[in-house]
T-cell receptor, first 107, second 113 residues
Framework: SQQGEEDPQALSIQEGENATMNCSYKTSINNLQWYRQNSGRGLVHLIL?????REKHSGRLRVTLDTSKKSSSLLITASRAADTASYFC???????FGAGTRLTVKP | DAGVIQSPRHEVTEMGQEVTLRCKPI?????LFWYRQTMMRGLELLIYFNNNVPIDDSGMPEDRFSAKMPNASFSTLKIQPSEPRDSAVYFC???FGGGDEQYFGPGTRLTVT
């Protein structure tokens, strides 16, 4: 199966700092998606980046994609306590998820 | 739209009993996914339907698990007989296509005693 692998497994930062999470995958993709999961809830889609895109922004989120390295990164700028959640990447076309990155933002 | 609807939200049952989890996807979505999440194993894809047809059921743990999608607006995941190790949160998700944005339901928390 072709699932994304997130790194680091856990990240703890202070409110206002930036958070960067990475994702690696193994095969060619058409797109890659990032999701957030708050404790006990279903995943929520954050952003989709296509294979012909290198960078995409959405509010405080910035996603990059390097298809030559088969990797992606998610940057959350000016983090808030409400950003505390687990973050998952999902490379198309196999919608399996890795273990995710557990982000804790301390107020 | 109400989003993906799952029922029940919580289920407590005894080992050996049959459990049926239900999912109503978002209207117009062609793909439906069932996932299971535990602390030990993370989020696992159990089965994926496209246009009501099972496309990938390689994640279904064993014969005790079965899933059906009789029409575009309803799917069930059945466990018979249930075992304590089946305790988990089961999520249903739907999307327009297999690689498109997925919309997750609130999940069913299953406890098998």
């Amino acid at each position: 199966s072709q699932q994304g692998e997130e790194d680091p497994q856990a990240l703890s930062i202070q409110e206002g700092e930036n958070a960067t999470m990475n994702c690696s995958y193994k095969t060619s993709i058409n797109n890659l998606q990032w999701y957030r999961q708050n404790s006990g809830r279903g995943l929520v889609h954050l952003i989709l980046i296509r294979s012909n895109e290198r960078e995409k922004h959405s509010g405080r989120l910035r996603v990059t994609l390097d298809t030559s390295k088969k990797s992606s990164s998610l940057l959350i700028t000016a983090s808030r306590a409400a950003d505390t959640a687990s973050y998952f990447c999902a490379p198309y076309n196999d919608m399996r998820f890795g273990a995710g990155t557990r982000l804790t933002v301390k107020p | 739209d109400a989003g993906v609807i799952q029922s029940p939200r919580h289920e407590v049952t005894e080992m050996g009993q049959e459990v049926t989890l239900r999912c109503k996807p978002i209207s117009g979505h062609n793909s439906l996914f069932w996932y299971r999440q535990t602390m030990m194993r993370g989020l696992e894809l159990l089965i994926y339907f496209n246009n009501n047809v099972p496309i990938d059921d390689s994640g279904m743990p064993e014969d005790r698990f079965s899933a059906k999608m009789p029409n575009a607006s309803f799917s069930t995941l059945k466990i018979q007989p249930s075992e304590p190790r089946d305790s988990a949160v089961y999520f249903c998700a739907s999307s327009f296509g297999g690689g498109d944005e997925q919309y997750f339901g609130p999940g069913t928390r299953l406890t098998v005693t």
